[in-house]
């Protein structure tokens, strides 16, 4: 064993045993999405007395302490830029009630009553930042006018509500003040002591958000003027104990500083969450099953040494979700089973590279075809890998909720990938291949046989790019026929993108969606878009419901389905949702422009601009196909989308990466050629790679659920089309490109006897003719 390869042995011993040692000790967090509970998002609004993020953070505070107070275990608590609040409360099914108590201003404030007033004199409810006086109704309705405020919620220094069994008095609230409070609240009941029994001036008016809760007569066992001096008073009411408890929570945990509002909620079931789990945790295990089985037949004993490494992958990935305490999403528990299927590409770029070398006999034994795989596939699996990154760090910053841990998984297994083929597949496979037995029989390994596929391929010596427009043509009427699915059925927007509200709900059994939608059309939800879900689910989306609307809503599911369990909750408001539509397009825009500009820098402007023509065409089919069959475009399309970016890049740097090898140690070979080559000599990785993901994927549709099988179909259909574009559109597009641009480049030297050599492109003509892309060189 030389020294390279016994660091790299340490090295992958150390990271697996501390990757073991992660994995044993620290959990992995979970998204509400998995566990279930509810999550808030809200916004603040400014006012003259609070902007900017100062506003923001004094509320964040406020949340915090009311949150405490509800005794949510684990609440998260995080600002989001600067007017909103991300709120997570596992655990939480019941949206309303948290959102009304988070939401709720709180602006508390104590009044004197100067007297009656009339029907007509009854003011509109102030604004919830700015302190109410004037004439408000008080419990029973009746007007009351009212002085200018004498205390704050600012005073008060604890509330608490609790149960009068002697008096009779019920539930109620007591208020302690504080400080400056106290001579406050003597003075205010001083001054009302002073009035007749009976005269409603002797009342105090206790106003929350602009509603009078409370107006008692001051008891006449108060002196006059000198009040109450212990600071303390009881707010009664028809409370219930419930009500008594929150309002007793607003009042202690403060006044918000500014009016804010709900412009997302999303409430998962824990059932719902643990049925993902399971589905993902077998998709998981098969689709590795299945993977490692294809490889180990396709490559033998190198294919079984990359199944272990596959296995060490899958250790190494969870344990850098661990360690990082990032939250594992449930389209993050997707893109963590979908990089076990894209973990095998980096190995099948070296094995395939390595058999080259042990068939042109250019290496005596499989150990140094191995090294000389290993050394010549490094630049298209470093390019592969980074344009992949590219997508995954633009889910993270352009997307939100749920996505955004796809970003982070997928980041990660990309990185794992790249550690488990470079080191551990590496050390594995250079050892193994030195041991003697293997040395003298070297088509153990795997190498030293080229494949069926390459073997048939060399046979036919096929010349795709002989007429690279009849490519160019077939992808166009694909286009037409996915833009003709946007143009007659539309595109069906999730409700991330429109705003509303989506429920799903869980039935005891099948319900058929029109009869759901006729049902909910007659109890007045015409609009309402209803959709199966699964054997036994149903969704319903529609724009934003009232509480009792959401709860007519409900009856009606299960009046048809006998029972019906709420496991999902969503509502968007419709400033977030156009602010989502127009981050997608922004990520999609963005995707396309990073992919350009590195493709440009790594190979050439051409190879670039192909692939970006590529890309925009898998793009457009792929939303054309979904527009076809009537699914919904929502986040976690776009995360699938994003990631089909990714791959279609993939094949399309690998190829690339082959034209440009073959062009330098083949110098005047017409571009056709080349690429012919360059396609041949990559379409087995192509398809090596892509069966491994494929299967993974069919898994992950057929196990995951209603939740994942329509991600799991648009990164099928998304790996099928990008598989194509990188061979019958990025190919003949950069062949097509790159005629022009020698084409304009001839015509600017005013050269005017040149020949042209049809298919081939810019090179050596057959006869010998000197031609324009290689003036100085003669046909042999």
Same mark, same amino acid.
């Given at each position: 064993?030389?020294?390279?390869?016994?660091?790299?042995?340490?090295?992958? @011993?150390? *990271?697996?045993?501390?990757?073991?040692?992660?994995?044993?000790?620290?959990?992995?967090?979970? !998204?509400?999405?998995?566990? !279930?509970?509810?999550?808030?998002?809200?916004?603040?609004?400014?006012?003259?007395?609070?902007?900017?993020?100062? +506003?923001?953070?004094?509320?964040?505070? *406020?949340?915090?302490?009311?949150?405490?107070?509800?005794?949510?275990?684990?609440?998260?608590?995080?600002?989001?830029? &600067?007017?909103?609040?991300?709120?997570?409360?596992?655990?939480?099914?019941?949206?309303?009630?948290? $959102?009304?108590?988070?939401?709720?201003?709180?602006?508390?404030?104590?009044?004197?009553?100067?007297?009656?007033?009339?029907?007509?004199?009854?003011?509109?409810?102030?604004?919830?930042?700015?302190?109410? &006086?004037?004439? @408000?109704?008080? &419990?029973?309705?009746?007007?009351?006018?009212?002085?200018?405020?004498?205390?704050? /919620?600012?005073?008060?220094?604890?509330?608490?509500?609790?149960?009068?069994?002697?008096?009779?008095?019920?539930?109620?609230?007591?208020?302690?003040?504080?400080?400056?409070?106290?001579? %406050?609240?003597?003075?205010?009941?001083?001054?009302?002591?002073?009035?007749?029994?009976?005269?409603?001036?002797?009342?105090?008016?206790?106003?929350?958000?602009?509603?009078?809760?409370?107006?008692?007569?001051?008891?006449?066992?108060?002196?006059?003027?000198?009040?109450?001096?212990? /600071? /303390?008073?009881?707010?009664?009411?028809?409370?219930?104990?419930? &009500?008594?408890?929150?309002?007793?929570?607003?009042?202690?945990?403060?006044? =918000?500083?500014?009016?804010?509002?709900?412009?997302?909620?999303?409430?998962?079931?824990?059932?719902?969450?643990?049925?993902?789990?399971? +589905?993902?945790?077998?998709?998981?295990?098969?689709?590795?099953?299945?993977?490692?089985?294809?490889?180990?037949?396709?490559?033998?004993?190198?294919?079984?040494?990359?199944?272990?490494?596959?296995?060490?992958?899958?250790?190494?990935?969870?344990?850098?979700?661990?360690?990082?305490?990032?939250?594992?999403?449930?389209?993050? @528990?997707?893109?963590?089973?979908?990089?076990?299927?894209?973990?095998?590409?980096?190995?099948?770029?070296?094995?395939?590279?390595?058999?080259?070398?042990?068939?042109?006999?250019?290496?005596?034994?499989?150990?140094?075809?191995?090294?000389?795989?290993?050394?010549?596939?490094?630049?298209?699996?470093?390019?592969?890998?980074?344009?992949?990154?590219?997508?995954?760090?633009?889910?993270?910053?352009?997307?939100?909720?749920?996505?955004?841990?796809?970003?982070?998984?997928?980041?990660?297994?990309?990185?794992?990938?790249?550690?488990?083929?470079?080191?551990?597949?590496?050390?594995?496979?250079?050892?193994?291949?030195?041991?003697?037995?293997?040395?003298?029989?070297?088509?153990?390994?795997?190498?030293?046989?080229?494949?069926?596929?390459?073997?048939?391929?060399?046979?036919?010596?096929?010349?795709?790019?002989?007429?690279?427009?009849?490519?160019?043509?077939? #992808?166009?009427?694909?286009?037409?026929?996915?833009?003709?699915?946007?143009?007659?059925?539309? *595109?069906?927007?999730?409700?991330?993108?429109?705003?509303?509200?989506?429920?799903?709900?869980?039935?005891?059994?099948?319900?058929?969606?029109?009869?759901?939608? $006729?049902?909910?059309?007659?109890?007045?939800?015409?609009?309402?878009?209803?959709?199966?879900?699964?054997?036994? !689910?149903?969704?319903?989306?529609?724009?934003?419901?009232?509480?009792?609307?959401?709860?007519?809503?409900?009856?009606?599911?299960?009046?048809?389905?006998?029972?019906?369990?709420?496991?999902?909750?969503?509502?968007? %408001?419709?400033?977030?949702?156009?602010?989502?539509?127009?981050? +997608?397009?922004?990520?999609?825009?963005?995707? @396309?422009?990073?992919?350009?500009?590195?493709?440009?820098?790594?190979?050439?402007?051409?190879?670039?601009?192909?692939?970006?023509?590529?890309?925009?065409?898998?793009?457009?089919?792929?939303?054309?196909?979904?527009?076809?069959?009537?699914?919904?475009?929502?986040?976690?399309?776009?995360?699938?989308?994003?990631?089909?970016?990714?791959?279609?890049?993939?094949?399309?740097?690998?190829?690339?990466?082959?034209?440009?090898?073959?062009?330098?140690?083949?110098?005047?070979?017409?571009?056709?050629?080349?690429?012919?080559?360059?396609?041949?000599?990559?379409?087995?990785?192509?398809?090596?790679?892509?069966? /491994?993901?494929?299967?993974? =994927?069919?898994?992950?549709?057929?196990?995951?659920?209603?939740?994942?099988?329509?991600?799991?179909?648009?990164?099928?259909?998304?790996?099928?089309?990008?598989?194509?574009?990188? *061979?019958?559109?990025?190919?003949?597009?950069?062949?097509?490109?790159?005629?022009?641009?020698?084409?304009?480049?001839?015509?600017?030297?005013? #050269?005017?006897?040149?020949?042209?050599?049809?298919?081939?492109?810019?090179?050596?003509?057959?006869?010998?003719?000197?031609?324009?892309?290689?003036?100085?060189?003669?046909?042999?």
């Amino acid at each position: 064993m030389n020294r390279s390869l016994r660091f790299r042995a340490v090295l992958a @011993l150390a *990271v697996l045993a501390v990757s073991l040692y992660i994995a044993a000790t620290v959990p992995v967090r979970l !998204g509400l999405d998995l566990r !279930g509970g509810t999550q808030i998002v809200l916004e603040t609004r400014s006012t003259d007395t609070g902007t900017g993020t100062d +506003a923001t953070d004094r509320t964040l505070e *406020v949340l915090r302490g009311r949150i405490d107070a509800l005794g949510v275990a684990e609440p998260t608590l995080v600002r989001s830029g &600067e007017h909103r609040i991300i709120v997570e409360l596992p655990g939480v099914q019941d949206p309303r009630k948290a $959102a009304d108590v988070l939401g709720r201003t709180a602006q508390l404030t104590v009044h004197p009553v100067l007297g009656p007033a009339g029907d007509a004199e009854v003011s509109a409810p102030p604004l919830p930042d700015r302190p109410p &006086e004037g004439v @408000l109704p008080d &419990e029973s309705g009746a007007p009351l006018r009212l002085g200018a405020p004498a205390l704050t /919620g600012e005073h008060v220094r604890k509330a608490a509500a609790g149960f009068d069994q002697q008096g009779g008095a019920g539930w109620h609230v007591t208020v302690d003040f504080a400080g400056a409070g106290r001579d %406050g609240w003597a003075r205010l009941t001083g001054a009302a002591a002073c009035r007749p029994a009976g005269d409603a001036a002797r009342r105090i008016a206790v106003v929350l958000d602009g509603k009078v809760i409370s107006s008692p007569q001051v008891d006449p066992s108060v002196p006059c003027p000198a009040g109450i001096r212990d /600071g /303390g008073t009881r707010i009664t009411g028809s409370f219930s104990p419930e &009500e008594a408890r929150e309002l007793a929570l607003l009042i202690s945990g403060g006044a =918000l500083p500014v009016p804010v509002e709900t412009v997302e909620q999303r409430t998962v079931g824990p059932t719902l969450g643990r049925e993902a789990i399971t +589905a993902s945790a077998w998709a998981a295990v098969i689709g590795t099953a299945l993977t490692s089985l294809f490889i180990s037949v396709v490559y033998r004993l190198m294919g079984v040494l990359a199944a272990v490494a596959l296995v060490c992958y899958g250790l190494v990935s969870y344990a850098a979700l661990a360690a990082l305490g990032a939250t594992l999403t449930l389209p993050g @528990l997707a893109g963590f089973v979908l990089a076990i299927g894209m973990a095998v590409d980096a190995n099948v770029l070296v094995f395939e590279r390595a058999r080259e070398e042990f068939a042109a006999r250019r290496r005596p034994s499989a150990r140094s075809a191995l090294a000389a795989g290993f050394r010549n596939a490094l630049s298209a699996i470093a390019d592969s890998n980074i344009t992949t990154l590219i997508a995954a760090a633009l889910l993270f910053f352009l997307a939100s909720g749920p996505v955004r841990g796809f970003g982070v998984t997928l980041a990660i297994g990309v990185l794992a990938s790249m550690f488990s083929a470079l080191v551990i597949t590496r050390v594995l496979a250079e050892f193994t291949a030195g041991l003697p037995g293997v040395r003298r029989r070297p088509r153990l390994t795997g190498i030293a046989t080229t494949g069926a596929v390459p073997d048939r391929l060399a046979r036919r010596d096929p010349r795709p790019m002989r007429r690279p427009r009849r490519w160019l043509a077939a #992808s166009a009427a694909v286009l037409a026929l996915a833009g003709a699915g946007v143009a007659v059925r539309g *595109v069906d927007l999730g409700v991330e993108f429109t705003g509303g509200r989506l429920i799903e709900y869980a039935t005891t059994g099948p319900v058929e969606a029109e009869r759901a939608r $006729a049902a909910l059309a007659d109890a007045g939800f015409a609009r309402a878009v209803v959709q199966s879900s699964g054997p036994s !689910g149903l969704t319903v989306r529609t724009a934003s419901l009232t509480g009792a609307e959401e709860a007519e809503v409900t009856g009606v599911v299960r009046g048809l389905a006998g029972r019906a369990e709420k496991v999902r909750d969503e509502l968007i %408001g419709p400033s977030i949702g156009a602010e989502l539509r127009r981050g +997608a397009l922004i990520a999609l825009a963005v995707a @396309l422009g990073a992919q350009l500009v590195y493709l440009a820098a790594r190979f050439r402007w051409v190879f670039g601009a192909a692939a970006v023509l590529a890309l925009a065409h898998d793009v457009v089919v792929l939303v054309g196909v979904f527009a076809w069959l009537g699914k919904p475009v929502d986040g976690v399309f776009l995360a699938a989308l994003l990631t089909v970016v990714g791959y279609s890049v993939n094949d399309s740097v690998v190829l690339f990466d082959r034209i440009r090898d073959i062009a330098r140690k083949t110098p005047g070979t017409p571009p056709a050629t080349v690429t012919d080559r360059a396609i041949v000599q990559t379409l087995p990785r192509t398809l090596n790679t892509g069966m /491994g993901a494929v299967f993974v =994927l069919t898994a992950l549709a057929v196990l995951g659920g209603p939740a994942l099988t329509d991600f799991a179909l648009a990164l099928l259909v998304g790996l099928a089309v990008g598989t194509y574009s990188s *061979v019958f559109t990025a190919a003949p597009a950069a062949l097509v490109l790159q005629r022009r641009g020698a084409g304009a480049r001839s015509d600017d030297r005013g #050269s005017g006897s040149r020949t042209r050599t049809g298919s081939r492109g810019p090179g050596i003509t057959p006869s010998g003719t000197r031609t324009r892309g290689s003036a100085r060189r003669r046909a042999t």
